[in-house]
């Protein structure tokens, strides 16, 4: 059974960058979709784009382009989010979920999550 | 659209049935068999509940059940227990250019 275990919470200052991993175990890494979903304090979800590390395929939330980057280690089984340009609005618990195969969009195993503190 | 709407709340008396639902467009909901449920704990990660308008993961109790019609999905919750009390999301793919995943707006379930 596939598990997914997230680096630990995160305080940013404003305009810096912060970078969040998502390490796997058992299973087949490279084959299957990392997502990454956050939630902002009392907020609802937010889906903010996912990577297939076997083609290194990328897809992204548009409002996050060209400030957040997913990259994945399949020596490590390891996929990274990385949001730069931090700003206030981005505190929240930032996700990652494997995707179902055969299925779009259905998340069934979650990383713990990664809180992620943007104050000055 | 940036979220699909669901109600607020909704609440229901221990043993009793309840319907959520989760109302999109043709552009998601309505037009693809990509509609996903999620359970969430305060403080815990989502859990996976139905994924594809219908299906249920392994491990999930038959109580819960999703369907649709045209653009609203729904999620029932037969034989309420005290652990369902919870927040429920739903998500679909969406043909929008602007993302590809959009989740509803949440619905906080109470169990009387």
């Known amino acids: 059974q596939v598990q997914l275990v997230q680096s630990g919470a995160e305080v940013k200052k404003p305009g810096s960058s912060v970078k969040v991993s998502c390490k796997a175990s058992?299973?087949?890494?490279?084959?299957?979709?990392i997502n990454w979903v956050r939630q902002a304090p009392g907020q609802g979800l937010e889906w903010m784009g996912g990577?297939?590390?076997?083609?290194?395929?990328?897809k992204y939330r548009q409002e996050f382009q060209g400030r957040v980057t997913l990259t994945a280690d399949e020596s490590t089984s390891t996929a990274y989010m990385e949001l730069s340009s931090l700003r206030s609005e981005d505190t929240a618990v930032y996700f990652c979920?494997?995707?179902?195969?055969?299925?779009?969009?259905?998340?069934?195993?979650w990383g713990q999550g990664t809180m992620v503190t943007v104050s000055s | 659209q940036s979220a699909l709407t669901q109600p607020a709340s909704v609440s229901g008396s221990p043993g009793q049935s309840i319907t959520i639902s989760c109302t999109g467009t043709?552009?998601?909901?309505?037009?693809?068999?990509?509609v996903s449920w999620y359970q969430q704990h305060p403080g815990k990660a989502p859990k996976l509940m139905v994924y594809?308008?219908?299906n249920r993961p392994s491990g999930v109790s038959h109580r819960f059940s999703g369907s649709r019609s045209g653009n609203t999905a729904s999620l029932t919750i037969s034989g309420l227990q005290a652990e369902d009390e919870a927040d429920y999301y739903c998500?679909?793919?969406?043909?929008?250019?602007?993302?590809?995943?959009?989740f509803g707006t949440g619905t906080k379930v109470t169990v009387l």
């Open positions: 058992g299973g087949t890494f490279s084959t299957y979709a």
């Open positions: 594809d308008v219908s």
């Open positions: 979920g494997k995707e179902i195969l055969g299925s779009t969009g259905a998340f069934d195993i």
């Open positions: 998500s679909s793919y969406t043909s929008t250019s602007t993302l590809n995943y959009v």
């Open positions: 990577i297939i590390p076997i083609f290194r395929t990328t």
């Open positions: 043709s552009s998601d909901v309505g037009g693809y068999n990509y």
